[in-house]
């Protein structure tokens, strides 16, 4: 009896151990919950301790429902990961597309046409599948439920498309995509005038029963508007964008949406994987490398490395991470919060900058802009297109006017670095900005210093800011009446003059001698062209060139040399001050 009592009391001792200790810490690995306050090395807690350095000025990359992040489980396939049967026959895989020699002058003239290889893309099945290029660990990431997350609109703007990439684009977002998330996919027509995308695609997406939906604009918008046509058709909380020419990676779409779900202020961008317009092979262009978006002050658009101050924030490598801007095809934000902002500004038309203006007023008006390392979607870049899609009455300097309103309204006195960089565009007329400016005064918007200081800190170790342009425009010797020219020449290969066309170059009041974003140095008694950015893909504005506004010589202090044509050559010869085949007038010429 005393045996069993012991017995008995030694069971409900287990029982307590078990029930107060044990289960708990098991069902800890699996709670999205757990209390993280005791680890100072939480990524969560090093962030909070930025907030506190940085007196709250940093967003919060939890945001305002953190209960919503996505939960990592080693070895745990992931609750959107889908079980996919294989699949056989040209293209699939990502697999490129050879053509017989008979096929090729067909061929061809679909590339002039639209830009790709329509021959190759025709034998390939508009439900492809193509490989997956995500990180392995992104197999293991939990999402949160179907009710937890936004829906989605997946916008589309096509003008004068290839059929088939058209087509495989849609088939994609919808075989790649939860049906409970895709609220629905909005094709936007800009004005198209080829037969196939009339009749036969009214026809064609009915079969879809209105998950797909069609407009067309009476006149060419261009890409920014038509963008914005399509958002406001949009049923779904979050505006996806993709272009028309892409197929995404199996469960793209979960991974976006959970980060506006934790933070409806996220931009939240895809790895943008590469398919040849030739063959449409499918490739990861960053080879599983994290790169992010930056800009050079010309507003060309480039990439870096994932600074060592952002991955530290992270535990896994697979995690989204901060990044000042990015590329402008592939994005999805949170619709309210795109109007809020003022959707893109009605002033940047047709194309390009449209990128920098989003992601400057996201990141200034209190949000931010995440990649997405387990979101792919794979991008067609054109081949040789010579049939044009731009707007007949479209402003030839309108990528320029459209640079200059952004920077206007977002970039306070970091905008003359743009001007130094572009000074020939000085006196375009931007229009009117009033109505952005409003928009910033109204969110309360940073500062760009605030902006370059806290996210786009490591653009300018890559891109100093450019120093002062001692003169600029064209160049032309006094003598011969001939100018610079730097156009047509391979890297690596002489600078030449030509007959005066309004060609236009910068020496900087560092000595650097360049032209966009070509620089160009001496080589014993030659001028050669190269590239600005050095091996290390950094630009160093500095150079060895010096020109004397009294003798309107341009001097080589690496050769002790000066520049000298004699009316059909260019080289450097000892300087002499009366010699008028060494004298060089600048013309300043303004678009």
Request: proline share 5%; hydrophobic share 35%; charged share 25%.
């Amino acid at each position: 009896m005393v045996r069993l009592r012991y017995s008995f009391i030694a069971k409900l001792v287990a029982l307590f151990f078990v029930v107060f200790f044990i289960l708990p810490s098991f069902f800890n690995l699996y709670d999205s919950s757990t209390d993280i306050s005791d680890f100072n090395d939480h990524p969560r807690n090093i962030d909070h301790k930025r907030l506190v350095e940085n007196n709250g000025q940093l967003p919060n990359r939890y945001g305002e429902n953190p209960e919503n992040i996505a939960i990592f489980k080693e070895g745990v396939l992931g609750n959107y990961e889908p079980v996919l049967e294989p699949r056989t026959g040209p293209g699939e895989g990502g697999v490129g597309v050879n053509l017989a020699p008979e096929e090729k002058s067909a061929a061809e003239r679909t590339v002039r046409e639209f830009g790709f290889n329509m021959v190759a893309s025709d034998k390939i099945s508009l439900d492809r599948r193509i490989k997956d290029t995500r990180p392995a660990e992104c197999k293991y990431w939990h999402y949160p439920e179907l009710s937890k997350l936004p829906k989605a609109s997946v916008v589309i703007v096509f003008v004068n498309e290839g059929w088939s990439t058209l087509m495989r684009t849609v088939h994609s977002v919808i075989n790649t995509s939860p049906p409970e998330l895709l609220a629905d996919i909005i094709l936007v027509d800009d004005y198209s005038n080829k037969e196939h995308l009339k009749e036969k695609l009214e026809t064609y997406i009915t079969r879809f029963n209105g998950k797909v939906k069609l407009t067309r604009t009476t006149k060419r918008e261009g890409l920014v508007r038509a963008r914005v046509i399509g958002a406001e058709m949009a049923s779904g909380d979050v505006i996806v964008i993709l272009d028309a020419h892409c197929e995404c990676v199996a469960n793209w779409l979960p991974p976006l949406l959970t980060r506006i779900a934790v933070n409806r202020k996220t931009l939240a961008v895809p790895i943008v994987d590469g398919i040849d317009w030739n063959t449409l092979e499918h490739t990861d262009i960053y080879g599983g490398a994290l790169n992010r978006g930056i800009w050079e002050w010309g507003f060309l658009y480039k990439e870096t490395q994932v600074p060592e101050k952002e991955s530290k924030m992270h535990k896994h490598y697979s995690e989204p991470y901060w990044s000042p801007t990015h590329a402008g095809g592939l994005l999805a934000i949170d619709k309210k919060w795109f109007f809020e902002l003022g959707g893109y500004d009605p002033g940047i038309k047709i194309w390009g900058g449209e990128q920098y203006e989003l992601s400057f007023k996201v990141w200034q008006c209190g949000g931010m802009v995440e990649w997405v390392p387990c979101s792919h979607v794979a991008h067609i870049y054109r081949g040789p297109r010579t049939e044009s899609v731009h707007p007949p009455d479209g402003n030839p300097h309108q990528t320029s006017i459209n640079h200059m309103r952004l920077a206007e309204t977002w970039m306070d006195e970091y905008k003359e670095y743009y001007y130094i960089r572009e000074p020939q565009i000085k006196r375009l007329d931007f229009g009117d900005i009033s109505e952005q400016l409003a928009i910033r005064e109204k969110l309360q918007c940073k500062s760009f210093k605030w902006f370059m200081e806290n996210i786009a800190y490591d653009l300018p170790k890559k891109f100093p800011l450019p120093p002062k342009n001692k003169v600029w425009g064209e160049c032309k010797n006094a003598k011969h009446r001939v100018c610079l020219s730097g156009w047509s020449i391979d890297f690596g290969q002489p600078l030449r003059i030509s007959r005066c066309h309004g060609e236009l170059f910068r020496l900087n009041v560092e000595g650097e001698l360049s032209s966009g974003e070509h620089c160009f140095v001496s080589d014993r008694s030659i001028v050669k062209k190269k590239f600005c950015l050095n091996y290390e893909g950094v630009w160093n504005p500095t150079g060895e060139w010096q020109y004397d506004l009294d003798k309107k010589t341009i001097k080589s202090s690496k050769e002790k040399t000066c520049l000298t044509t004699d009316g059909s050559n260019l080289k450097l010869e000892e300087c002499d001050d009366s010699n008028l085949s060494q004298k060089w007038d600048w013309k300043e010429i303004y678009y």
